[in-house]
């Protein structure tokens, strides 16, 4: 049986139908997942948080002393600071199964906050301050590198934390 070139037509029409609807679908899913996602579980973007001068942040508290600190309240806090090609302080101790705050800020450029063997991973924006925390529950040695390409130095911009 031979086909007509309308017969054709018909069987392209059913077809980009057919696409049309499994696009729509497709949307409806997405959105429902983001939907389900920010309500259900809390997922958003992070908002503007605190905000500093990166040209001043060693004059700014609490950058202007990085380092691991307690609270009057018990918490333990680790201030870190990172420029090209160094994160300040380069070695971290904290205390094991204790809450650890980190309160990061960048003094240049984007710089990524990788703690290796840990669920701790954040991007570092000048001017933004940007705050995780993390209870470490293993005592050791995590090395901190710089996820983020920021130069040619990036290979070589590494930490410490030592949980003791």
Request: aromatic share 8%; with cysteine; proline share 7%.
């Amino acid at each position: 049986m031979a086909t007509t070139p309308q017969t054709s037509l018909h069987r392209v029409e059913a077809y980009e139908r057919a696409f049309l609807m499994v696009s729509a679908v497709m949307l409806i899913v997405f959105l429902g997942a983001l939907t389900y996602a920010g309500t259900m579980h809390d997922v958003h973007l992070p908002g503007a948080g605190q905000r500093i001068d990166p040209r001043a942040i060693y004059k700014t508290p609490p950058f202007d002393h990085p380092a691991v600190h307690e609270t009057p309240s018990g918490d333990v806090e680790a201030v870190i600071t990172a420029q090209a090609w160094i994160y300040l302080p380069t070695e971290i101790h904290v205390p094991v199964n204790r809450q650890v705050r980190f309160i990061l800020s960048s003094a240049d450029v984007i710089h990524g906050f990788e703690i290796i063997g840990t669920n701790v991973n954040a991007m570092i924006i000048p001017g933004q301050v940007t705050q995780l925390t993390h209870t470490f529950r293993t005592p050791g040695e995590y090395r901190i590198v710089c996820h983020e390409y920021c130069g040619l130095g990036h290979h070589t911009m590494t930490a410490k934390v030592i949980v003791q």
